[in-house]
């Protein structure tokens, strides 16, 4: 209703939402079971790219926009965030299960995926051609992150010398919950440094402090985020949803977001029957894999700026992101009520 206009002040809580649900997540997944589930999480990502990004390409085809918007259209209908579905599979208890791992695997292939993505897309945009120098090293050193965050969540978690520091220097929960908010920031910042988004790094934080902080301070980190960070987290989503702009739906917007539903499920869909999931944890994963943010708004925004995007396909978008994280916590845990996960 356009009542209240979001402030600066919430977005920055909403994304410390988004950030504590990562650290949740992270403090949640065991190292050894996550990396076991990884070829399944690549599967998943690769078809959950290749089906929406082909189908928003085809959209674009059809309503006769140039190459370089068709391929802005299929990398913005690619690209999956991750942090509302983590939220509902934890509410459902299903972070844990093998769907969960293999979500959360799919979502960090998917980052990877995307930034390829996004390279090319910006560089055809204000290139005219692919600098393929640019897109490798960003590839590189969002490797070398993850690899180098997962060596080193091994290594604190197998050796009792470092649980041992931090019982000695880090004794009462209020050092612990200043060294877990530490380490979560540390993380996000060098995630952003190596091209990624910052919750993949908060996420590998939240797999490092597992086992190193208290049951009690894993807890209070709980409470905190889902009872406080929760709720202004969705308040924002709603206050951002311009509900006036549903007035104003052409077939081009109704195209891209059936296009946004459809491409994702049916790629998570099709990327897990793959890696062998039954057909309701395949919907699962689909719907999981679904949601999209400020990832998407990014790239339309720059396309926008830059002129390639109209008006109408930056609403699009735009629509198509608020509409999908409206929409795909309800759709699983209404799903999640018919199936049963392993």
Same mark, same amino acid.
């Given at each position: 209703l356009n009542l209240i206009t979001p402030r600066e002040e919430l977005e920055v809580l909403a994304i410390l939402g988004v950030v504590f649900f990562m650290m949740s997540a992270g403090l949640e997944i065991d190292l050894g079971r996550f990396i076991k589930y990884w070829r399944q999480g690549f599967v998943i990502a690769v078809m959950g790219v290749i089906v929406p990004f082909t189908l928003g390409y085809c959209i674009g085809i059809a309503y006769g926009l140039n190459f370089i918007q068709c391929f802005?259209?299929?990398?913005?209908?690619?690209i999956t965030a991750i942090g509302l579905s983590v939220r509902v599979l934890m509410d459902l208890r299903m972070l844990r299960t093998r769907v969960g791992l293999a979500v959360i695997n799919a979502a960090i292939d998917d980052d990877v995926i995307g930034l390829i993505l996004m390279s090319v897309a910006f560089s055809l945009a204000t290139e005219g051609s692919v600098a393929f120098h640019v897109t490798a090293f960003s590839v590189l050193s969002s490797a070398l992150f993850i690899g180098s965050g997962f060596l080193v969540t091994k290594y604190v978690c197998?050796?009792? $010398? @470092? $649980?041992?520091? @931090?019982?000695?220097?880090?004794r009462s929960p209020t050092s612990q919950? @200043?060294?877990?908010i530490s380490l979560a920031f540390l993380f996000g910042l060098l995630a952003r440094v190596a091209s990624l988004h910052e919750i993949i790094g908060v996420f590998i934080a939240g797999m490092l402090l597992r086992g190193l902080l208290s049951w009690k301070v894993e807890g209070e980190i709980f409470d905190f985020t889902f009872?406080?960070?929760?709720?202004?987290?969705?308040?924002?989503i709603g206050i951002k949803t311009d509900? $006036?702009?549903?007035t104003q739906i052409s077939d081009l917007i109704l195209a891209v977001i059936v296009a946004a539903f459809v491409g994702k499920i049916l790629g998570g869909f099709l990327g897990a029957k793959i890696s062998r999931f039954t057909n309701g944890e395949a919907l699962i994963v689909g719907i999981a894999m679904n949601s999209r943010a400020a990832v998407e708004l990014a790239i339309a925004s720059a396309f926008y700026s830059l002129g390639i995007f109209?008006?109408?396909?930056?609403?699009?978008?735009?629509?198509?992101?608020?509409?999908t994280s409206i929409v795909t916590p309800i759709l699983l845990k209404l799903v999640a009520k018919y199936v049963t996960v392993t």
């Open positions: 802005g259209l299929g990398t913005s209908l690619s197998t050796h009792l $010398r @470092v $649980r041992l520091f @931090v019982d000695k220097y880090f919950l @200043v060294l877990a009872a406080f960070f929760a709720l202004l987290f969705f308040s924002y509900l $006036r702009v549903i109209t008006l109408e396909l930056f609403s699009a978008v735009v629509l198509m992101a608020a509409v």
